[in-house]
């Protein structure tokens, strides 16, 4: 559940206020990021993408009912389109993502790796923020980051990441099992 200062200014970025508007994109230009790198697209194709996500957003915002659910629309808009990019593109297969590769010739395979993708977005959701910011930032964002960087990054002691990472990691195994995915279920 969002905290009262991020829907407070998702609600300010809704009625024009430029500064809570820059505000959200930078706080969830990690996020979008990796859904577009998830959707494996190049470098151009997701710059490309970045912009019109984050254009749609500008435009829809104001109609935007539950400002608490800004997150998962930003995630389902990005998915949109990344998935229109494709299509779009009519892509050859070594632009696939390497676990996607091969894949177009098995359709089954293209669902369950999307399906699965939207289990582990459902499961880092379904975790506390701290968690997520830590996972995605030391697994989702491009290249990890050295542990000084990251624990800079995250206002945290370096100390702490190796321990917090486990438990945080343990915490997305259970939250998978229980949607379903995972060696336990």
């Known amino acids: 559940m969002p905290n009262e200062d991020h829907l407070d200014r998702v609600a300010r970025a809704a009625a024009g206020d430029r500064a809570a508007w820059q505000s959200l994109v930078e706080s969830h230009a ?17 710059e490309d ?6 254009a749609v957003a500008m435009r829809a915002l104001p109609g935007l009912k539950d ?3 800004f997150e998962s629309w930003l995630v389902t808009t ?23 590769r ?6 089954e395979a293209l669902t369950q790796a999307q399906e699965t993708r939207v289990l582990v977005q459902q499961g880092l959701a379904a975790m506390s923020s701290r968690c997520r910011e830590l996972l995605l ?3 989702a964002q491009g290249p990890p980051p ?23 990691l343990e915490q997305l195994a259970k939250a998978l099992s229980a949607l379903g995915l995972g060696p336990n279920s």
């Open 102 to 107: 091969g894949a177009a010739d098995r359709p």
């Open 30 to 46: 990690g996020l979008v990021w990796s859904v577009i790198r998830q959707g494996g697209l190049s470098k151009e194709a997701g």
């Open 146 to 168: 050295d542990y000084d960087q990251l624990a800079q990054r995250l206002g945290v002691p370096r100390g702490s990441l190796g321990p917090t990472r486990a438990r945080c």
């Open 49 to 54: 993408a970045f912009q019109d996500v984050f």
């Open 137 to 139: 930032a030391a697994f």
């Open 78 to 100: 990005t998915r949109r389109i990344v998935w229109k990019s494709w299509g779009a593109r009519r892509a050859a297969p070594g632009e696939l993502p390497e676990e996607l």
């Open 67 to 69: 400002h608490a659910r």
